[in-house]
């Protein structure tokens, strides 16, 4: 029908505008982030004691600092492992693309939104896929963002961290920030509820953290470290050894998979 | 009216949310042309059945049909034909009316200009201020306009009157009597019978999820009921006007009579003319107490 077709992209344009300050935010967010920690570097650099303190940590603390529990804090890469990539940034995102992701479908329904669009010929799958996609462009621009600011500062205080390192780095910020968006996307299309799509998502990402952290340290929790997201996106060090494609496509297409079953109950399900 | 088509109907359609039955077997049908009244008090069903009609809610029995279509199943080719406007009017805070209908325009494939300016202009639509920032009444008018978006053959409306002012109230109901002339039909929710009867054809009353009746307007009004008052110069022999047909609440104090009357007058007319009238005064009652009373016996059934 010719009304689907002149409407085709329109939700996902009106999502990118809604969100525009807050993206510009979080991605601001994140530039100075990475800038901090690049001035930083300097006054870090060739301190070996730093890397002894490190090594003297009991396993536990290491674990939870960093993605691998392995790292060589006298190199840049290192060193923006444990403050960026171990914590914070997978942190940040997350955080971004629960709060987006949460708003997506189960905000705009809270807020009444939703009804006027879903009014319009529109299916509610194409309705969560536009908003999806929105999320998915958010993520880009956020983790371009974050790879531009370690180029640039990378280059400015010396840093030599490669092109390559740099992009896995962002992409594995990027991919973890989707799967987390989308639990949020799929539970708030599913119930209809925000605060049950970020709780459920935040939880989500805090259990595939933990997995990982305790996975280093526990023998029970060993063999469940493969299905944690976290582990699979940065248990490599990125910003080191780069991004294990294969666990990020997994990632990628669970996330994808969480979304669409999402679409199948929010298809089904009466609008609150 | 009654051999135009058929837009939209109901068919024994149920909502039960849990024990709470929202909407019991509810059964009607809009033609074309006709604006319907959907009246009913606060949590009677009014907008379950709205959304049930919007394919929003799935009915738990029964069906909802708009254009021959399932409203649950086909709700994306219903959607193309038919305009809502929800009962609390909550659009996006930060997009202006303007930003708003592009949106809705475009979404619905439409040369979004056409038409638009000229029904901001009768609604009073404040195009450029940002939603948060208007009043309930404004976000209504604004509501109505993307409502009437793209000419629909079928319009949905919940309580599209509340909050406006006489005169935009009364612009409303002209667009849609024009609407309607143009073989709209139309259904507009209320909890107050005034808010539609200068504009409806026709009103379905809903009371804890049941249809009580249906009625056209002309047939409430010639039910209307009329107070009468009558002084005579003496008088009349009490019991005179019991048996007047449609007479009730015959109260004789002295030379006074005071009755209603439901109905033609003119048996009550004949009867006072026996007597000398010094003085006469009748009143329509509004259609509210006509509405109330037929209300009031549906009730007892």
Not at chain 2, 161 to 179: K, N, W, Y
């Amino acid at each position: 029908m010719s009304t689907a077709i002149a409407s085709r992209g329109e939700i996902t344009r009106q999502m990118l505008r809604g969100g525009r300050r807050a993206l510009a935010a979080w991605a601001s967010a994140f530039a100075a982030l990475i800038a901090l920690y690049a001035v930083i570097w300097p006054s870090i650099r060739g301190n070996a004691r730093w890397q002894e303190l490190f090594s003297t940590l009991p396993q536990t603390y290491r674990a939870i600092f960093t993605a691998s529990g392995q790292l060589d804090l006298g190199t840049p890469a290192g060193y923006l492992g444990i403050e960026l990539m171990g914590f914070l940034g997978p942190a940040l995102i997350a955080a971004y693309a629960i709060s987006t992701g949460a708003a997506a479908i189960a905000g705009e329904e809270g807020q009444g939104g939703l009804e006027v669009t879903l009014s319009a010929p529109v299916a509610r799958g194409q309705v969560l896929a536009e908003r999806t996609a929105a999320l998915v462009i958010d993520l880009a621009v956020v983790a371009i963002t974050a790879g531009l600011a370690l180029w640039v500062f990378s280059l400015a205080f010396g840093m030599h961290l490669g092109v390559a390192a740099i992009a896995a780095a962002a992409a594995a910020l990027g991919i973890f920030g989707f799967f987390t968006g989308a639990v949020a996307i799929a539970v708030g299309a599913a119930t209809g509820s925000t605060a049950l799509a970020r709780g459920l998502a935040a939880l989500v990402a805090v259990a595939s953290y933990l997995i990982n952290a305790l996975a280093q340290v526990t023998t029970t929790v060993k063999p469940t470290r493969p299905l944690s997201p976290f582990y699979l996106l940065f248990g490599n060090e990125p910003l080191q050894h780069g991004l294990r494609s294969a666990g990020a496509l997994g990632v990628l297409a669970v996330s994808l998979a969480l979304v669409a079953a999402g679409g199948v109950v929010f298809a089904r399900r009466d609008l609150a | 009216m009654t051999d135009a088509a058929v837009v939209a109907s109901a068919e024994a359609l149920t909502k039960r949310y849990g024990r709470v039955l929202a909407l019991d077997r509810l059964t009607l049908e809009m033609r074309a042309g006709e604006v319907l009244g959907f009246l009913g008090p606060n949590g009677a069903g009014k907008t379950t059945t709205l959304r049930l009609l919007m394919g929003y809610l799935r009915p738990t029995a029964g069906s909802a049909r708009v254009l021959g279509l399932d409203a649950w199943t086909d709700r994306v080719a219903v959607h193309a034909r038919t305009g809502y406007l929800p009962g609390d009017v909550r659009l996006w805070p930060r997009l202006t009316a303007r930003e708003a209908v592009g949106h809705v325009a475009r979404l619905r494939g439409l040369d979004h200009d056409r038409g638009v300016p000229d029904l901001a202009k009768r609604l009073d639509v404040e195009l450029d201020r940002p939603f948060r920032e208007l009043s309930k009444g404004n976000r209504q008018k604004a509501g109505l306009l993307l409502a009437l978006l793209g000419d629909p053959r079928l319009l949905l409306l919940d309580e599209p009157t509340s909050g406006l002012d006489p005169l935009v109230q009364q612009e409303f109901h002209h667009i849609l009597r024009e609407r309607a002339e143009a073989g709209t039909a139309v259904m507009l929710s209320s909890h107050v019978l005034s808010e539609v009867e200068h504009v409806a054809d026709r009103v379905a009353i809903i009371r804890s999820g049941r249809l009580l009746m249906t009625e056209s307007l002309a047939s409430l009004r010639e039910n209307a009921r009329h107070t009468v008052e009558v002084r005579f110069a003496s008088p009349p022999p009490p019991g005179t006007f019991a048996s007047i047909p449609g007479i009730t609440d015959v109260r004789l104090d002295g030379p006074v009579l005071r009755c209603t009357m439901q109905g033609v007058v003119d048996p009550l007319v004949k009867a006072l003319a026996r007597y000398r009238v010094l003085d006469l005064n009748s009143h329509e009652a509004d259609l509210e107490e006509t509405f109330l009373a037929l209300y009031g016996q549906e009730d007892r059934r």
